[in-house]
């Protein structure tokens, strides 16, 4: 092959590895399990992290005028309290799975997500929630 | 029951499809025609039968009969007739028949093909396409049947589709999506029987070259629409999230347009044979690899659902299919490495090099990006997360080096080229990029990155109007016609050149929506009474109370929002959530005001009882460029595909 050329054609490979090289570090945080933080806050002080657990119905409480969701997930018998800044999903219940990431507040006992994102349990394969579709009452007032 | 007709006829097509491979790899050994005749009426036959199946399905949606198992899970009686429609994608059995039925249609189409009635080649087509067919149809009895009965068969109702599904984009999507994909096994199935039958010159690219732009048009509107989708549906105000599902089919998108540009080289030069082999067998790999990874539950992702069964199926046959492929491309290195070569740097041949370069290596710093956590948990033991950061860093100056390629391309004559001739024709585009660059700058626009793409996009668009005016203007001296006609017959007699010259100016609209709406965009998050408002940018949104109305068999609430821009009163504006009767959660329904400069983009988080409402508030420059691209592109795509005289674009070198 001309030599030109393949020199020009290694200038750019070798350009795309240097940028994911350098991108690679900075960009990328770990993955972690509910379990492993509650029993090693430390470990993970400032260090932002990935975790996902499913959420408590009766955990959570939503903040309007600030608006914060705070709200506990459990993973594995291992519960853990949250606090995200943001709006509430639409399919935030109990039971959800919630990725988060952030970082955890060891002094308060709080992991802070930055960013949240929930999925339902085997969608496709389909576990639905527990719908009684003859059940449910056609009309609703919802602004109460 | 009809279903088990329905069942019945997939189960045939699985037994037809293994007896036509049977027959013919055992024709093609003893010669025996009438073996290979007969297989390719199995082809024609499960064509028939997939389309039964397929009918059924649809008509128990539509009757809702819940007898089947899939009808409960994703219909109710009062879903609008669309949607039921829509449903027999909805879940994973119904995705799978769509795909086993495309597939069938398409390989019938290919087997019947008149241009190739008695061409060597065809029964090897007919084995890659129903190795396909026993996979799909083999998953399709055993592990995800759509016609599975429901164990509770006197319910009189359904659970519904999933709110986030009822939405045009979620008709088109998958359906297009699923076209694109299943169009890349028919180019893959020719190079394998090319490489079989060890003709491994252009004519196999010759014959599947409109089922490459055909099944790449697809490509780009399944991505397309599932952007689109995602920005008028989710409600967290952008169209692309890099998320695994999304990565899966911008990859295979990636090397199909690597594809498309560099088997124009091989029909030119008769060079690039064992790169267009390796990029086509790469492409339909990925296709498979992005459906394995979305049913696998490997990657932690909304998208993703653990089913651990159909995703070592779709790994299996996936390896199988990419080793049978490597075997072939191994076997043939001597035959494919004859050819032309490169003669120079600076030649159109060198610069398609390098886009293909730059789309091989995004698709390479996704894949990287994307699996890093399944390979850093392997290896490492902990399990690494890759954020949206690391793809914009990675991705945003490959694809902008790639549309700056795109530019000096139409600039430089194949074969060889001066720097002089380059300079010429560079000068005033570059120019011009600079000029507009300049005047944003002195705009308040000072983000490097913007200004870098303005002048590179600004470039590009410049270069190619001049191709399309030098065109207009020569056709005009030579032949006399008056500008329109001039013009209107250039693109015609040109269908493959023009038509690719629009296609790239509807990829470098989309390209400035998407850096301006990346870089600009502003956003407010806020819970405020009745009667207050939100600023935001030249806005002013006052809240003026929440309503509630009946819409079908649905509730909806809604925020009655009024819209004041620069001083002066716009619209009301109504961001709602739509609760269904058959679903436990609403839907957000996203209030959009799009100009042709900016989205202003409402969403009606939640509300308290004293009234107050959460509302996020976005301002989302020149997003509707994004669209408006897209048509642009699939209006190009269309004139490249269309038939009859002028396609050829690229003139064969004559030695």
């Excluded at chain 2, 090897?124 to 055993?142: A, E, R, S, W």
Aim: with cysteine; hydrophobic share 50%; net charge neutral.
């Amino acid at each position: 092959m001309n030599k030109k050329v393949l020199i020009g054609s290694l200038i750019i490979v070798g350009a795309i590895f240097a940028l994911l090289l350098f991108a690679t570090p900075g960009t990328t945080g770990v993955e972690v399990s509910v379990g492993d933080i509650i029993t090693s806050p430390q470990k993970y002080d400032n260090k932002f992290i990935m975790v996902s657990g499913n959420v408590i119905g009766d955990s959570i409480a939503w903040d309007a005028e600030n608006t914060k969701l705070n709200f506990a997930v459990d993973n594995e018998g291992v519960s853990m309290n949250v606090t995200h800044k943001g709006t509430r999903p639409d399919n935030f219940d109990d039971g959800v799975i919630a990725i988060l990431e952030g970082n955890y507040d060891a002094e308060n006992q709080i992991f802070v997500a930055d960013r949240l994102k929930t999925r339902c349990p085997s969608k496709y394969e389909g576990e639905e929630m527990n719908n009684h579709p003859d059940e449910i009452e056609m009309s609703i007032n919802l602004l109460q | 029951m009809i279903s088990q007709l329905g069942y019945i006829a997939i189960l045939i097509s699985l037994a037809l499809a293994i007896y036509g491979l049977g027959a013919f790899i055992y024709g093609l050994r003893n010669d025996d025609y009438k073996l290979i005749n007969s297989a390719k009426g199995a082809i024609k036959s499960i064509a028939l039968l997939s389309t039964v199946a397929a009918g059924v399905l649809l008509y128990v949606l539509i009757s809702s009969d819940f007898r089947v198992l899939s009808v409960y899970k994703y219909t109710s009686t009062d879903l609008p007739i669309l949607y039921k429609i829509s449903a027999f994608w909805a879940g994973n059995a119904g995705s799978l028949m769509l795909w086993g039925w495309v597939l069938s249609l398409f390989a019938f189409i290919v087997i019947s093909s008149r241009k190739l009635k008695n061409n060597n080649l065809l029964p090897y087509v007919g084995i890659i396409f129903l190795l396909n067919q026993v996979f799909f149809f083999f998953v399709l009895c055993f592990a995800a049947n759509p016609f599975a009965l429901n164990p509770d068969p006197i319910v009189t109702e359904g659970s519904g589709l999933n709110p986030m599904l009822q939405h045009p984009g979620m008709i088109f999507h998958p359906l297009t999506l699923y076209i694109g994909y299943v169009g890349f096994v028919v180019p893959f199935a020719f190079a394998m029987a090319a490489l079989i039958t060890k003709q491994v010159d252009d004519f196999w690219i010759k014959m599947t070259r409109k089922w490459t732009i055909f099944a790449w048009l697809f490509l780009t509107l399944g991505n397309l629409y599932g952007g689109q989708w995602a920005y008028v549906e989710l409600g967290w105000g952008g169209y692309w999230a890099w998320d695994p599902v999304e990565n899966a089919s911008f990859m295979p998108w990636l090397t199909a347009t690597a594809f498309l540009h560099s088997i124009m080289i091989q029909e030119r030069k008769n060079m690039l044979k064992i790169w267009n082999m390796i990029l086509i067998v790469v492409t339909y790999g990925l296709t498979l690899f992005g459906t394995f990874l979305v049913r696998s539950g490997i990657l932690t992702s909304v998208h993703a659902f653990a089913d651990s069964n159909i995703g070592s199926y779709f790994l299996v046959f996936l390896m199988f299919m990419m080793l049978m492929a490597i075997y072939f491309i191994v076997n043939n290195i001597k035959l494919l490495q004859e050819g032309g070569q490169f003669k120079s740097l600076l030649s159109k041949e060198s610069s398609f090099l390098a886009n293909n370069l730059l789309l091989v290596g995004s698709c390479f710093a996704i894949l990287w990006g994307t699996m890093f956590p399944v390979v850093s948990e392997v290896i490492q033991g902990t399990r690494v997360t890759v954020g949206i950061p690391f793809f914009d860093r990675v991705n945003g100056p490959i694809l902008l080096a790639m549309i700056f390629v795109m530019g000096v391309c139409p600039l430089i004559a194949w074969q060889k080229s001066t720097l002089k001739n380059l300079r010429d024709n560079f000068l005033t585009p570059i120019l011009i990029g600079a000029v507009v660059a300049a005047a944003l700058f002195a705009n308040g626009i000072k983000n490097g990155w913007a200004l870098i793409s303005a002048l590179i996009i600004t470039f590009v668009f410049v270069v190619h109007i001049i191709e399309f005016v030098r065109g207009t203007r020569a056709r005009m001296k030579m032949t006399n016609e008056n500008v329109f006609i001039a013009f209107y017959h250039l693109i015609t007699r040109n269908r493959r050149r023009y038509g690719g010259y629009i296609i790239h100016i509807g990829i470098i609209l989309m390209a400035m929506g998407i850096v301006a709406s990346s870089i600009y965009d502003s956003e407010e998050l806020k819970t405020i009474k009745v009667g207050e408002s939100i600023f935001i940018k030249d806005y002013v949104l006052t809240y003026e109370g929440l309503q509630q109305v009946r819409e079908g068999a649905n509730d909806v609430v809604y925020a009655d929002i009024s819209v004041e821009k620069d001083g002066k009163y716009l619209m009301q504006i109504q961001p709602e959530k739509i609760f269904y009767p058959t679903w436990n959660q609403p839907r957000t329904e996203v209030a959009l005001h799009s100009t042709l400069s900016e989205d202003l983009y409402v969403v009606l988080s939640g509300w308290e009882k004293d009234g107050s409402a959460t509302l996020r508030v976005k301002v989302n420059p020149l997003v509707t460029w994004i669209w408006y691209g897209g048509y642009i592109l699939v209006l190009g795509t269309v004139i490249a595909l269309w038939p009859g005289r002028y396609g050829n674009y690229v003139p064969k070198y004559r030695n």
